[in-house]
């Protein structure tokens, strides 16, 4: 029961640490925050962080890591439930279910963890070359899931506009703690936060699978 508790309690507040840290990188960067600053956060003396992390470049390493991992896990998870669901539902209609899914998914995320999106598109290069890689792995594998779907939506894209299409939506979406975010946080106006989420939902749905239109 002790070492039970005890266990929980530490993962309680190796989380709160990843929290607050994310939020300090996010508004400070990751260079100027200290460890003190980090320990102080959640109540504890910078020393102590060590308990949880070997170093402050280990609890970067970590909150960039995990989102990834929370990413793809999720897409995973849709791709499995729409493949699944395919049987009840017209065949044709499916990948552009599942791509709704997914674009949300990623909108939910990016309106939940913003900080996080924040300084991953930030502090990449802070990571170690191993932590670095790792995340570029992940990021790749969520890629190519999207793809995937993206080319039963449009099996006549080639492999590069495909690409130039995902790429671009990503930017889309992780502007969100950009776009929707600093509305709600000023005013608290929910209303406002989801508009904008929905505006975003469908710029990005017709990005992805509006007709190609080729110019000069």
């Not at 975003?200 to 190609?212: D, E």
């Amino acid at each position: 029961m002790t070492a039970t508790w005890r266990t929980t309690q530490k993962a309680h507040r190796r989380a709160a640490l990843m929290e607050s840290a994310a939020r300090l990188f996010a508004e400070r960067g990751f260079a100027a925050v200290s460890t003190s600053e980090l320990g102080e956060a959640v109540g504890m003396s910078g020393p102590a962080l060590y308990k949880h992390f070997p170093s402050k470049d280990a609890l970067l390493s970590e909150i960039l890591v995990d989102a990834s991992e929370r990413l793809l896990a999720g897409c995973r998870t849709i791709l499995t439930e729409e493949g699944g669901a395919g049987q009840a539902a017209t065949p044709a209609d499916v990948p552009t279910q599942t791509l709704q899914r997914l674009v949300h998914f990623h909108l939910e995320f990016a309106t939940t963890d913003p900080e996080v999106i924040r300084i991953q598109d930030r502090e990449l290069p802070s990571l170690s070359p191993e932590s670095n890689q790792e995340v570029r792995r992940l990021q790749r594998e969520y890629v190519q899931l999207w793809d995937g779907v993206l080319s039963a939506i449009h099996p006549g894209l080639d492999d590069g506009e495909r690409q130039i299409r995902l790429l671009g939506t990503f930017g889309l979406l992780n502007s969100t703690p950009h776009s929707a975010h600093p509305a709600s946080a000023h005013t608290g106006d929910a209303v406002e936060r989801e508009r904008a989420v929905d505006v975003l939902a469908g710029m990005a749905l017709r990005a992805l699978t509006g007709s190609t239109l080729r110019t000069g």
